[in-house]
């Protein structure tokens, strides 16, 4: 399993915008799959985004579509959520994840949290004027 550890939350004026980052220092990153989650107070944790092992194909929720923009540095052993356009419904805990996922190369099957092995501690965002 991977340590992940994220940091870059905060409070936002809605419309607004954050980026969100996933550090971790597993030699091997580049063979996983990761994933940003979100948790609401008595909601269930949702997917956000998923980016491939190879970074060359990424999913969106429909909610984030167009605002949101996942992205990854293997080199560097980070992944980053640029959040933009920023709404109160979204505020939450958002989690990083990763599981072992070399081959494969489209991610929108695999972007639920049931298939990710590896998780961070969460990073609060909150929305609000």
């Known amino acids: 399993q991977l340590q992940l550890v994220e940091s870059g939350g905060g409070l936002v004026q809605p419309g607004g915008s954050l980026r969100l980052s996933c550090a971790t220092s597993?030699?091997?990153?580049?063979?996983?799959?990761v994933g940003w989650f979100r948790q609401a107070p008595g909601k269930e944790r949702e997917a956000v985004s998923c980016?491939?092992?190879?970074?060359?194909?990424?999913h969106y929720t429909d909610s984030v579509q167009g605002r949101f923009s996942i992205s990854r540095d293997n080199a560097e052993n980070m992944v980053y959520l640029q959040m933009n356009s920023l709404k109160p419904e979204d505020t939450a805990t958002y989690y990083c994840?990763?599981?072992?996922?070399?081959?494969?190369?489209?991610?929108?099957?695999?972007?639920?949290?049931?298939?990710?092995?590896?998780w961070g501690q969460g990073t609060q965002v909150t929305v609000s004027s």
């Open positions: 597993k030699n091997s990153f580049e063979l996983y799959a």
């Open positions: 980016m491939s092992a190879k970074g060359d194909n990424s």
């Open positions: 994840a990763a599981v072992p996922a070399p081959f494969i190369s489209r991610v929108q099957g695999l972007c639920n949290s049931a298939a990710f092995t590896s």
